[in-house]
């Protein structure tokens, strides 16, 4: 199917954004921290037409699905409740935005934490930015977006994704402070390669416990007197609060100097263990990992040729991050793959590839 063959005509304009792959920096956003992702290759596109009648009309081609809206409708579900936010959203910043006809593809893996989502928000905007000549950059469509996944999808969530899939790059690295918005773009660590792994157990942040984690973090701060988990640096202070406050501040605050060490420069093998700390503090201070990303992720952390290795997005499952070293990944990931898949997983290759390695 194409846009021509759902709507009856071509698309007036199309615009697309990439997925990200965080490298260190987990839920640190929503707590007014410090991250660091890039882009992946993979993205989703968005053509948008305008529409002959009073509705809109949204369909996604992975998904086979249409879903028709008016504005007296009641809010969307799935994948259309994200691109209503996004047109909703505009029209309260006081934009007109007519009838349209929305067609979307994405390669980007659902279910994954490589942020679909964001992806699919920024495309939408970046669609009707052209299409309307709305004059909004490009941290203001990252802000739109985080809205929209906040007010429409449910998801408590920070700016890291929508910022990254607005901002970054698949050749380098985004610093990003989430309070400020300070960022630096910065190059992938020396002589390494980014290699991603689905643990093949999908997960959704509106079904997990993504939103409790935000409410202990805020929780945390009020007990210690600052704004957010961002104002405190020495770990000790967070030895005064009860259980399990001191563990998830404990995370925030470790996962925040993780990511300050590698703004003043580390090797690839410190950056590697910087990223096998932080799937630790993720597993045991924050316990967002599940037994399938923890055996992953321990068996690409005792492969030969890998630097580290953690879960990446929001956890409850996904996908893992390893930093590898150049012109290995394939090699790796089939070792990695032949000894996961043949504990009864069921994981693949994302990034560089999405092609589904079968090591049984």
């Known amino acids: 199917m194409d846009f021509q063959q759902v709507f009856g005509k071509p698309p007036e304009t199309k615009a697309s ?199 202990e973090c805020e929780e945390a701060a009020r007990s210690l007197g600052v704004k957010a988990l961002r104002d405190i640096i020495d770990v000790n202070l967070t030895k005064t609060l009860p259980e399990p406050l001191q563990r998830r501040a404990r995370h925030v605050v470790t996962e925040n100097n993780r990511v300050l060490e590698v703004l003043q420069g580390v090797t690839s093998e410190r950056f590697g263990e910087l990223m096998n700390a932080s799937h630790a503090s993720l597993r045991d201070d924050y316990e967002v990992s599940v037994p399938a990303l923890d055996r992953l992720v321990e068996i690409l952390q005792k492969t030969e040729g890998v630097f580290g290795a953690r879960l990446t997005g929001a956890g409850f499952g996904g996908a893992s991050v390893a930093l590898v070293r150049s012109g290995e990944s394939k090699g790796i990931a089939t070792h990695v793959l032949e000894q996961y898949n043949q504990a009864g997983y069921n994981g693949r290759i994302l990034v560089p590839s999405l092609e589904l390695i079968d090591a049984a």
């Not at 009641?74 to 209503?84: D, L, W």
């Not at 006809?101 to 659902?110: E, F, G, K, L």
């Not at 004059?135 to 996944?149: R, T």
């Open 17 to 215: 954004a990439p997925g990200r792959v965080n490298l260190l920096g987990e839920h640190t956003d929503y707590n007014d921290g410090f991250v660091l992702p890039t882009a992946i290759p993979q993205s989703t596109t968005v053509q948008l037409g305008f529409s002959s009648d009073s509705q809109h009309h949204f369909y996604s081609e992975n998904l086979n699905e249409q879903v028709s809206i008016s504005d007296i409708n009641h809010q969307p579900s799935g994948f259309a409740s994200y691109i209503f936010g996004c047109i909703e959203l505009l029209q309260k910043a006081g934009y007109t935005i007519p009838s349209l006809c929305v067609y979307v593809n994405s390669s980007v893996p659902m279910g994954s934490g490589l942020s679909s989502s964001a992806a699919l928000e920024v495309a939408t905007l970046r669609a009707l930015r052209q299409l309307l000549n709305l004059p909004i950059d490009d941290v203001q469509i990252a802000q739109f977006a985080q809205q929209a996944e906040i007010q429409y999808a449910g998801v408590q969530c920070g700016i890291m994704d929508q910022m990254a899939s607005s901002l970054a790059d698949t050749e380098h690295i985004l610093f990003l402070d989430t309070r400020t918005l300070e960022r630096r773009v910065m190059p992938l660590p020396e002589k390494a390669d980014i290699l991603v792994i689905d643990s093949g157990v999908p997960r959704t942040l509106a079904g997990s416990g993504y939103n409790q984690r935000r409410a």
